[in-house]
Structures are given as C-alpha cells and as structure tokens.
C-alpha cells in the first residue's frame, strides 16, 4: 500500500471500518445478495462511466473476456456504484470497474459492504466473469 497515493490508502483503509451496507438474498445462500432496489435514475458515474444501459458490452465491461452475463456484470456495478454513492469520488468508481472487476478497489468494497459468505461468492463470480 505504500505505492498508492494518500487519498486513494485513506478511502481503502475506510471502506475496511465502515459498517456495512443493506443487502438480501433470495433465499438460495449460494447466490450474490440483490441490493434493496432503488428507483431508476442514472447517477454521475453511470454517466461518466458511459453504462447508461446494459443491452450491449459497454465500454466499462469491454476489459471482460469471460462469460458475458448481463445481470452478474450489473449486480459487480451495482457495488462499485455504492461505492461511489459513500465516498462521491469518481476515482473509487473507476478504478472499482477497471480490470473486469478484478482489483484490489472493488474488493474493498466487497469487503466493507458484505458478510464473509457474499465476499466469497462475489470472488467466485470474478472467477466465472474472467478477465
């Protein structure tokens, strides 16, 4: 952690002593939880991100070279938009979607917004998503 800047380790730091977000299952344990649904509304890093609509690979999952599976790769969004909604910082939301998913930001988020049963089957859909 010493390479990243000091701005980026405070918000990385932060999201390991947050309290966690709301989340529900399905009732199946071996499911990623659904986010209690909001109302529909692009948000500024949807926006910015250019995800306004999950109908094509948008350029945000163009990195992905997996299974491409609409409703996995917007349920990973969804938590790299929460992430974005608790600390207003575009960096966070970017860097949280680089790389497919697979980076150190979006399993902070992971972590800080999960029980220990979801982070591991988030980790198992970053292994089905590929890189």
Do not use: W
């Amino acid at each position: 952690m010493a390479a990243v800047g000091p701005m980026r380790a405070a918000v990385l730091v932060s999201l390991l002593v947050a309290i966690p977000a709301s989340a529900t299952t399905s009732g199946d344990e071996n499911e990623i939880p659904t986010l209690l649904r909001h109302t529909q509304k692009v948000s500024p890093v949807s926006s910015f991100a250019g995800a306004h609509s999950l109908h094509k690979r948008s350029l945000s999952f163009r990195s992905c070279t997996g299974v491409y599976d609409r409703e996995l790769l917007a349920r990973l969004d969804r938590v790299c938009e929460d992430c974005y909604n608790i600390y207003r910082d575009v960096g966070v939301a970017a860097e949280c979607r680089s790389d497919c998913f697979h980076n150190e930001v979006f399993l902070y988020c992971v972590d800080y917004m999960y029980r220990p049963r979801q982070r591991n089957q988030y980790r198992a859909a970053l292994q089905r998503l590929g890189k």
